[in-house]
């Protein structure tokens, strides 16, 4: 309690009510796979470049397409479809709003499995002769990098040298010096190199001044002029036009090339490339007027060049690995970065499809694992394709989880890459369903409430289904877990299933384990200050209370049976549910009970007729 030495007035702020419970978030996707571009962790020790990037939050597919190349085919082998591009555009055109995605990249390696092969993965362009100049590197790896362009264009200002001193300018900046102070060198006339001194700071004076390629520092000459150079940058790849205007020469510049175009936290976090000024052990440096003469030499548009897609995917790949405790460069990949991001709620993995059976089984187990380890998320799990009724109930015979629901059959597109041919019918492909049926999760949880089963609900943005399941054929599919894509003459296409991979009756619905996975991590999230208070009834009772009005918001939005609350929920934390040891150890326990609503799978309307004279028993 507060401590009261000096006699006086104490005004104090308290509570009269007990802590409330915010619900967490349950509409969140996470997916990790294979993408044309985009962040993935990795480290180039050569060149001293460590990127630890988290999995990237997107809320619409454009976000998507500017961090990860968009639907460009992806991987090695014969089936190169971006799977968890198209995933992710049927997730967002089927009502999901944010989606966390992690890029597998299966590096290439020579010799050392450890050591990343630059000149195997990321594209590039050399500037100068025999490799003697910087090189503009590729910032992600793969074969999407062959597609970037960069061109360079200078600008020359007016003369910055006013009245003896430089004007308009700061640290770092470019001048190309002039002897005529009034008539500065024709705009079609690149920059003489000879004449190029970068600003810098007089500590003595504290005047700026200029550096030369000497290193050193050179006293303003007014009566000669200053001209300010800087560059305008563009890169390009496929219909994306990124322009960075105004970038200087010099490294101390805030603004300066090496900084705005850098490997690791670029002002820009999605940019495409970065300028590699490093040069071999033993060789010096290269200087800014070497790095000027390079730039200028690229006037028109340029390729990059020498990007691959790395080796062929493994189900070990798309698993990852946790991030290193002992060391900030080793970052997680694969799912195991997804499980840093607490708001996930949907996972999946759409690469899964891409690999052979055994291997298909094996990567599908690492996905249900990552959920069933972590608590408070569901995966959704893709069949092979081309399955037959017989193949996906094997198929979903090999697993037996709460924590995984299984959707069948494909959803055939309009195939989005596909050129369009006038005299041809438009070109279609089929894709699992993980995607849009994530979306469906999400819009569900937006629209009614996790409690509402994610069924019954229309899937958008396809034209069918790539299997026929008739009402005959879902009464083999459902009672095994298998939930029924289905189309209604007048109804159009929808999900037709609510059902987990699980053989335990009492979590055999998609929407109670989730109703469960909300209550649970909402209490667990918004519970954390009762650790280490004193272990007493009050505390008891202030749990208690927190529970409950948590579990009657809950009641009142319809996810809980009863009439009354009585009927819906009990919160018991007293005496009856600890023992002395139990206070002893430490350990509060609070049960709770909850009685969930079901959705009504089966709806039976039972009619018979009626007379005037007829009784009823």
Same mark, same amino acid.
Request: include cysteine; charged fraction near 20%; hydrophobic fraction near 40%.
């Given at each position: ?115 990343? $092969? ?110 300010? !150079?800087?560059?305008? !940058? ?22 300066? !090339? ?13 940019? /495409? ?37 790395? %080796? ?42 891409? /690999? $052979? ?17 972590? #608590? ?17 109930? %094997?198929? #979903? ?26 005299? %041809? ?34 899937? /958008? ?77 009050? /505390? ?27 009927? %819906? ?12 040891? $139990? ?7 609070? $049960? ?26």
């Amino acid at each position: 309690m507060p401590e009261y030495l000096t006699p006086g007035v104490y005004v104090e702020e308290t509570s009269f009510r007990s802590r409330s419970i915010e619900g967490v978030p349950t509409s969140t996707c996470g997916m990790a796979g294979l993408t044309a571009y985009g962040p993935v962790p990795y480290r180039l020790d050569a060149l001293g470049v460590t990127m630890t990037p988290k999995p990237t939050l997107v809320t619409s597919f454009t976000e998507f397409e500017r961090a990860f190349g968009g639907l460009d085919a992806v991987g090695l082998l014969d089936n190169t479809t971006n799977y968890l591009a198209h995933a992710a555009r049927a997730f967002f055109g089927n009502g999901g709003r944010r989606l966390y995605v992690q890029r597998v990249y299966p590096f290439a390696t020579a010799g050392n499995p450890a050591t990343i $092969d630059l000149t195997q993965n990321f594209a590039f362009l050399p500037l100068g002769a025999g490799g003697a100049g910087p090189v503009w590197r590729a910032r992600w790896p793969g074969r999407a990098g062959n597609g970037i362009q960069v061109r360079v264009r200078f600008r020359r200002s007016k003369n910055v040298l006013v009245s003896g001193s430089l004007t308009g300018v700061s640290r770092g900046a470019a001048v190309e010096i002039g002897d005529n102070p009034a008539q500065p060198p024709a705009d079609n006339t690149a920059p003489d190199v000879a004449k190029l001194k970068i600003v810098a700071l007089d500590q003595a004076t504290g005047k700026l001044g200029y550096v030369g390629n000497n290193g050193a520092f050179e006293p303003v000459d007014p009566a000669k002029g200053a001209f300010h !150079i800087t560059f305008d !940058i563009e890169v390009v790849m496929g219909t994306r036009a990124d322009v960075y205007t105004g970038v200087e020469l010099g490294s101390a510049h805030p603004r300066g !090339i090496t900084k705005v175009l850098q490997a690791e936290r670029p002002a820009d976090e999605f940019s /495409l490339v970065w300028l590699d000024t490093s040069v071999p052990q033993g060789q010096p440096a290269l200087t800014d007027g070497a790095i000027l003469t390079a730039l200028l030499s690229l006037k028109e548009f340029t390729f990059l060049t020498g990007g691959t897609e790395g %080796a062929p995917l493994t189900p070990d790949d798309l698993k990852g690995r946790k991030s290193s405790p002992d060391d900030a460069r080793d970052a997680a990949t694969g799912l195991a970065a997804l499980g840093e991001i607490e708001d996930i709620a949907i996972v999946t993995a759409p690469d899964i499809v891409r /690999l $052979d059976a055994d291997s298909h089984k094996v990567a599908a187990d690492y996905l249900i694992q990552h959920c069933e380890e972590l #608590r408070y998320r569901i995966a959704i799990v893709d069949p092979p394709g081309d399955s037959s009724i017989s193949s996906v109930r %094997a198929f #979903r015979s090999q697993f037996d989880t709460t924590h995984g629901a299984l959707y069948y059959p494909w959803l055939r597109v309009l195939d989005p890459t596909a050129k369009r041919d006038p005299g %041809a019918p438009p070109a279609t492909m089929e894709l699992p369903p993980s995607g849009a049926t994530a979306g469906i999760y999400a819009r569900s949880d937006i629209e009614r409430g996790v409690h509402k089963a994610p069924a019954n609900e229309v899937v /958008l943005g396809i034209t069918e289904f790539a299997a026929n399941v008739t009402f005959d054929r879902q009464s083999v599919l459902n009672p095994e877990g298998i939930n029924a894509l289905r189309f209604f003459p007048g109804r159009a296409n929808r999900v037709w299933g609510a059902r987990t991979m699980s053989s335990d009756p009492e979590w055999k619905y998609v929407n109670v384990r989730r109703l469960f996975i909300y209550l649970e991590h909402s209490i667990d999230k918004s519970t954390q200050w009762v650790v280490f208070e004193p272990n007493n009834e009050r /505390l008891w009772a202030s749990v208690r209370q927190t529970i409950e009005d948590f579990l009657l918001v809950t009641w009142r939005s319809g996810a809980l049976m009863g009439t009354k609350p009585e009927e %819906a929920y009990f919160v018991r934390c007293d005496r009856t549910t600890m023992s002395q040891n $139990d206070l002893d150890n430490g350990r509060l326990i609070c $049960d709770i009970g909850v009685a969930p609503t079901y959705p009504a799978e089966f709806v039976i309307f039972r009619i018979g007729q009626w007379t005037a004279d007829a009784r009823q028993s």
